[in-house]
């Protein structure tokens, strides 16, 4: 009789939600704060408008550059353990059956058990049981450089483009007040999202958020305005 039971893991999520919700995060909060801090300085609603923009263009692409630098950064260690694993599998095949051994060892298995474990994975894949329970490398969890610079790169302009259309149909005697306030509800939305789809509490996600976007917001449009006035 097959088996029904199947569970549903959130794990497999983590590179592009990681990415998704930085961008998006980051393009909201930024554009927000870049807004209120050119009007906090009384400049004109079309100077507001083209630095949004030139913020959403800028930091789009800079979190592009960023999650692919640092991501291929990853991706390039990842590819040279496995090919030191590879060397050693060749020179020292017994040592690596010893050093596996010994992982499950740890982990709790009768040495003998682990023992034969460690061969019977080695014999199906052994640069594959190495890369998963030596280094910890999984095909899940796996650095993709692309993947996440475009994930980021959209992301963040999706994220940006909230506060700009607020801005663009704000009059601007209540454009402060319109942008702040619904850029927190975005930023408030956007961290139940994220919690919600990492398996984490909704409330919490939310607020957590909230709290640093509103900090960041209040003290770039206090420096806007400390400018503005003595400009």
């Known amino acids: 009789m097959r088996s029904r039971h199947k569970e549903r893991h959130r794990t497999d999520r983590i590179g592009w939600l ?3 919700v930085l961008g998006a995060n980051d393009g909201i909060l930024s554009t927000a704060s870049l807004v209120l801090g050119v009007a906090a300085a009384h400049a004109t609603h079309s100077n507001v408008m083209i630095a949004g923009i030139a913020g959403l263009v800028a930091g789009a692409m800079s979190m592009a550059a960023g999650e692919y630098v640092s991501v ?5 260690t990842e590819k040279a353990d496995l090919q030191l694993e590879r060397a050693e599998l060749k020179s020292d095949d017994k040592g690596e059956h010893k050093e596996l051994a010994a992982i499950y ?9 682990a023992t034969q474990v460690a061969k019977q994975l080695m014999e199906h894949d052994a640069i594959g049981a190495h890369a998963r329970d030596e280094l910890g490398i999984t095909e899940t969890l796996r650095a993709r450089p692309l993947q996440a610079a475009l994930a980021s790169a ?3 302009a999706v994220g940006a483009a909230l506060p700009l259309i607020v801005t663009a149909v704000a009059p601007a005697g209540g454009l402060i007040a ?3 306030g619904t850029s927190l509800v975005f930023l408030a939305l956007l961290g139940a999202l994220a919690a919600r789809a990492g398996g984490a509490g909704v409330m919490l996600g939310a607020i957590r958020v909230t709290f640093w976007g509103a900090l960041a917001m209040g003290l770039t449009a206090g420096v806007g305005a400390l400018f503005g006035t003595v400009a």
């Open 154 to 156: 959209a992301s963040f």
């Open 178 to 180: 319109l942008v702040s």
């Open 18 to 20: 990681r990415a998704a």
């Open 72 to 76: 291929h950064s990853q991706a390039d």
């Open 105 to 113: 060892i740890a982990r709790g298995l009768e040495p003998a058990l």
